[in-house]
């Protein structure tokens, strides 16, 4: 009977034999029946003659030649089967064949023979979760995101010893993670050695990490990890936040205590950088024809709309929003000076409690093929951008972590409580959302993350609820730094009106009824399709502007920043690009190349229910976006210099340059202020230091 050895220790034993016949290129493997005759390989070797020579001129900057799996397979199926069941013994074979058909002027040439493609059927391709202990010492394919690496170190590749007793060297071939030592030394017996490393053979490693696509990833479970390890030439040629495809040999590594559980690792063969695609879903013709069969309906985009929280009551806005959010703007857009043009579209919900907010962001996330969902209290600046941590490999040196906005990156990032944020925490938000970028120096290391990714966040009001008394955009708990980068902001509000609250509850009321019931609530899209959907278009469609569609947009925006009459700014710049950005996003949805009238006029109408919202200034009577992005509208602005003007008038006419409070409340409110409106001015101009108090009850202007 055939004796089986587990590839694990055929690894660990050819290791040992090689330092018995002192030769680093023997290695000694079991026999097997059915073991292809490696001239085979010889014969595949001479169909790439060209990618042989160009080895060979450009040796050691290149030291791997790649090869497809499935041309191996097609050439030999044994073969190919052979590298997928016993990676070890093949490959290292493999190397050798491929050293000696190559012309290195060289001492102690390393060459390595690559493959890619293997076929995306279940044992060769396989998710993270997958990995158990079948696959094992087995020849396999991964998908993942990186989101950790570390530095790159020396690893001892050949071993030199030197017996202490009578100076016999012996090499040692390393191939684990642990020192292994010559048994005896074979001249006198003992076994008494020293290491020299000085003429000891070592190769470059880098330890990565890489977790599933977010795409894969179903409700609520965690993306699963695992380590990778690089050696040579395939180390730094990732960054955190990419997405790559490997293929290796998956691996075991003990653990440091006693312990018959043991820690599972992949070592590279190839590593392949893919493009990040939030549309990374597996789409059939089926699938292509009923997509393009759902582009041609008329309503097309009301029932996508539908399709979104379909159990949530009216909102009807804020889903066609999501809508446009979920399709994005046009990717890859870039300037003659190289600058890239943000494509995606941000959005903030601010709303009372119990308005469903929540529920929203759930729903995207489902619904969404790429998107990770975090909540205020639960997360740090460092958790959505990077994070530095120690790393054991690198024996206690620094590496960094990719966060939230990197991983999600051509996705959505759902961020719930987002008032509850720390301040610091949101600011490293700042960036992410407008260059798209994640700039890190932590810990002496400076790096730059891509960071492609929509931000879908809800929050609650200052003071918990709106006070129907105040301007809504007063109530917003944000910083005006980083509200004016959504491109939409929407005011939730719980307002009692006895025909909505019916509306409500008879919604809601269907989904604790009969199935008939549930039936009018369910989306009017499969959610599969419209993923799919979605997909589609972010990949395949990119529309441009037409003419026409163009000189909408700029007609509005002249007309929006005219409306002022130079007093207050109706707009700014983003308001434009924000319209650009949805007119896009309306063409992707009905899957059209160009951006058309229609496109621009839903942009334009979201855009003037947002405006009328929350920039309406009741004092003026006109759309001031500076009280969405500054801390004061024009007419709080234009009040507290009243205040400051009577504050200087006062002091320049008393003998001793101070004004009284009660002087300045009185003068202010004959010229049409609020008592309640200039003490909180006067508050806010001492706190500014442009005021003093030298004693109680009377105020000095600050010496300039």
């Known amino acids: 009977m055939e004796k089986y050895y587990p590839p694990a220790l055929l690894y660990y034993f050819s290791g040992t034999l090689r330092w018995f016949f002192n030769d680093a290129s023997v290695i000694i493997s079991p026999l097997r029946e059915g073991w292809s005759d490696l001239k085979d390989f010889n014969d595949f070797l001479s169909q790439h003659g060209e990618q042989l020579q160009k080895l060979s001129q450009n040796y050691p900057k290149q030291k791997s030649i790649l090869f497809d799996w499935q041309e191996l397979f097609s050439f030999d199926k044994d073969l190919a089967e052979q590298l997928r069941q016993y990676p070890d013994e093949t490959l290292e074979l493999f190397n050798k064949k491929l050293l000696e058909s190559l012309e290195l002027n060289a001492e102690n040439p390393r060459v390595y023979s690559r493959f890619t493609n293997m076929p995306s059927e279940p044992g060769y391709t396989i998710r993270v979760r997958e990995i158990a202990s079948e696959y094992i010492g087995k020849f396999v394919s991964v998908d993942g995101l990186v989101n950790k690496i570390s530095e790159v170190l020396p690893k001892l590749k050949n071993g030199l010893f030197q017996c202490a007793k009578c100076g016999e060297h012996a090499w040692v071939y390393q191939p684990k993670r642990m020192l292994m030592e010559p048994g005896r030394c074979r001249s006198c017996g003992k076994a008494e050695f020293r290491f020299i490393p000085d003429e000891s053979e070592w190769v470059n490693i880098q330890r990565l990490e890489i977790q599933e696509p977010l795409e894969a990833v179903r409700g609520g479970d965690q993306a699963r ?27 075991l590594m003990p653990p440091k205590t006693k312990s018959s559980v043991y820690f599972r690792f992949i070592e590279a063969n190839h590593l392949k950088r893919l493009e990040q695609n939030f549309e990374d879903i597996e789409i059939t013709k089926q699938d292509e024809e009923d997509i393009i069969e759902l582009s041609k309906d008329p309503q097309v985009y009301e029932k996508i709309i539908g399709s979104i929280a379909p159990s949530i009551y009216g909102f009807n806005e804020v889903k066609e929003a999501i809508a446009l959010q979920l399709f994005g703007g046009r990717a890859n857009k870039k300037l003659p000076d190289g600058t890239v043009v943000r494509p995606d579209i941000h959005l903030l919900l601010i709303g009372d409690p119990g308005v469903a907010k929540s529920r929203v962001l759930q729903y995207v996330t489902n619904i969404a093929p790429k998107c990770i969902y975090v909540t205020g209290k639960g997360t740090t600046g460092a ?15 620094w590496t960094l972590k990719a966060g939230a906005l990197v991983l999600a990156g051509g996705g959505i990032a759902a961020i719930d409580e987002f008032d509850k944020m720390s301040p610091e925490d949101r600011g490293s938000m700042h960036e ?4 798209q970028t994640v700039s890190v120096a932590k810990a002496g290391i400076i790096a730059k993350f891509k960071a492609n990714t929509s931000v879908l966040a ?10 129907g008394y105040k301007p809504l955009a007063e109530q917003f708990d944000i910083p005006p730094t980083i509200i004016s980068r ?7 509000r719980d307002i009692m009106d006895k025909e909505r609250d019916r509306g409500i509850a008879e919604h809601m009321l269907k989904m604790h009824k009969s199935e008939k019931e549930l039936e009018e609530i369910k ?14 278009a972010r990949y395949n469609i990119f529309p441009k502007l037409t003419d026409e569609a163009a000189m909408k947009i700029q007609e509005y925006y002249v007309e929006l920043r005219g409306r002022s009459q130079g007093q207050t700014a109706a707009a700014t710049p983003r308001q434009l690009e924000a319209i650009v950005r ?20 839903r942009a334009i109408k979201l855009t003037e229910f947002v405006l009328r919202e929350i920039a309406y200034d009741e004092a003026t009577g006109e759309f001031d976006i500076d009280r969405m992005v500054t801390d004061h509208p024009k007419s709080t602005r234009d009040r507290i210099r009243a205040v400051e003007e009577l504050i200087r008038n006062l002091c320049d006419e008393s003998s001793d340059s101070m004004a009284s409070a009660s002087d300045i409340k009185h003068m202010a409110e004959e010229k049409g202020l609020e008592k309640y409106d200039v003490e909180k001015i006067i508050q806010e101009l001492r706190n500014k230091g442009v005021i003093y108090s030298p004693k109680s009850g009377y105020f000095m202007l600050t010496e300039e």
Do not use: C, H
Request: glycine share 6%; net charge negative.
């Open 523 to 536: 989306p009017q899209i499969d959610p599969d399709l419209l993923r799919k959907y979605i997909a589609y």
């Open 486 to 492: 959504f491109d939409l902001i929407f005011p939730i």
């Open 432 to 435: 992410a959302m407008e260059q």
């Open 383 to 397: 958790g959505l951008t990077a994070a530095a941590e120690r790393d054991e490999l690198s024996e206690g040196g």
């Open 225 to 251: 990890r695992i380590e990778l390890w690089l050696e040579d030439d395939l180390v730094d040629q990732v960054t955190a936040g990419d997405r790559i495809n490997i293929t290796g040999t998956v691996r």
């Open 458 to 467: 809800a929050s609650n009001p200052k003071f918990s609820r709106f006070d």
């Open 582 to 601: 949805l007119s896009e996003a309306s063409a992707k949805i009905r899957l059209k190349k160009e951006v058309g009238f229609e496109d621009v006029m």
